[in-house]
Nanobody, 123 residues
Framework: VQLQASGEGLVQAGGSLRISCAAS????????LGWFRQAPGKEREFVAT????????SYADSVKGRFTIQRDNDKNTMYLQMNTLKPEDTAIYYC?????????????????WGQGTQVTVSS
């Protein structure tokens, strides 16, 4: 599975942005999906995960209530809807897919990774 993230953007604090990640090579319909991010000078961290059937989600405390992870299996695409953005959300966002149906917050649980897309939130 190859993952291609898109939707790079610069938004003002309080604004919204949706980033996408398209899969190719094979379907990811049976895989759990996740988003991670890496801010300048910091390690990559977990943002959100979604089970294969969309019924189980988990979010980092820092984004809970503001971000929503979604998937469209027909389009082999995943999304991260980000609302009420804050300057501290500025980071490179990476999409990832696990070969299991459910995955957690650990990066080692994810086998396929996208190249990352930049999100910048100005104050």
């Amino acid at each position: 599975v190859q993952l291609q993230a898109s939707g790079e953007g610069l938004v003002q604090a309080g604004g919204s942005l949706r980033i996408s990640c398209a899969a190719s090579g094979r379907t990811f319909v049976t895989y759990a999906l996740g988003w991670f991010r890496q801010a300048p000078g910091k390690e990559r961290e977990f943002v959100a995960t979604l089970s294969w059937n969309g019924r189980i989600t988990s979010y980092a405390d820092s984004v809970k209530g503001r971000f929503t992870i979604q998937r469209d299996n027909d389009k082999n695409t995943m999304y991260l809807q980000m609302n009420t953005l804050k300057p501290e959300d500025t980071a490179i966002y990476y999409c990832a897919a696990s070969r299991g149906a459910v995955a957690g917050t650990g990066q080692s649980e994810y086998y396929y990774w996208g190249q990352g897309t930049q999100v910048t939130v100005s104050s």
